[in-house]
């Protein structure tokens, strides 16, 4: 709620007239109105974040990149099963239940997949800088449930101008076998299905072995060595601008 500086001047005369006369009733009302206006500016402020994600692989695409604002919890962990809104988005790209997840506080989603090699900024703002944390997450579509993202990265010591860099490896939700078989992946090489709530696979985030393909003998494999990726997949720089 907004306050204009007039009525905060209102409030602070009505309540030093009710004390009596004072010589230094000017000097206190001066006081008191400077702390109440910053305590007032202090609270409409607005912490905003500029996140820049760019695809570092050669042919695989990512889905729209979901980027949340939180103070508590992660998206997930290593060794860990994946959670349903983890294990949607890595299955299918569908970001939506992460985007909703309880811990957030703002979040913002990319449009569209982000193609290998282009990149896409996304804007984050919120009221909150204490404990201030962001993650961020995305499918490589042209797997079976292979993500990437940062996770649960501190802000809130970041000043307004500076930035912070990094690179993340592409994780395996561990929720869907890694058989590369038609049908079985969303992504351009194959589309097929996405998101299945079964889960026949070690059911426990871990690092991602890679990519077979069909040119290294797995016959049953709709993708070819180009769908291969070395670490790191993606760069993220987070700036804060406000």
Excluded at 65 to 70: E, K, L, S, Y
Excluded at 154 to 179: C, H, I, K, M
Excluded at 205 to 217: E, K, N, T
């Amino acid at each position: 709620m907004r306050f204009s500086k007039s009525l905060i001047i209102l409030a602070l005369s009505a309540g030093l007239a009710a004390c009596g006369d004072s010589d230094k009733s000017s000097d206190n009302m001066d006081e008191a109105l400077e702390e109440m206006t910053m305590e007032m500016g202090e609270m409409a402020t607005n912490h905003q974040f500029m996140v820049e994600v760019v695809n570092l692989t050669a042919a695989q695409p990512f889905s729209p990149v979901a980027v949340i604002a939180h103070t508590e919890g992660m998206l997930w962990k290593i060794g860990e099963p994946a959670s349903e809104a983890l294990e949607i988005m890595a299955e299918g790209g569908d970001n939506s239940e992460l985007l909703a997840a309880e811990m957030t506080m703002q979040a913002a989603s990319a449009e569209s997949p982000l193609p290998p090699g282009e990149q896409v900024t996304l804007t984050l703002t919120t009221g909150e800088l204490d404990s201030l944390k962001i993650s961020l997450a995305t499918m490589l579509v042209n797997t079976n449930d292979a993500f990437t993202g940062l996770n649960a990265i501190d802000v809130s010591s970041l000043a307004v101008n500076e930035s912070l860099s990094r690179t993340s490896f592409a994780y395996d939700a561990g929720t869907e076998a890694n058989t590369e078989a038609q049908g079985t992946i969303p992504g351009p090489a194959d589309s097929g299905e996405g998101y299945n709530e079964m889960r026949d696979d070690i059911n426990h985030v871990a690092m991602h072995p890679g990519v077979v393909s069909q040119d290294d003998g797995l016959t049953n494999s709709v993708l070819t060595s180009q769908h291969k990726f070395d670490n790191p997949v993606v760069r993220i720089t987070i700036t804060r601008t406000q």
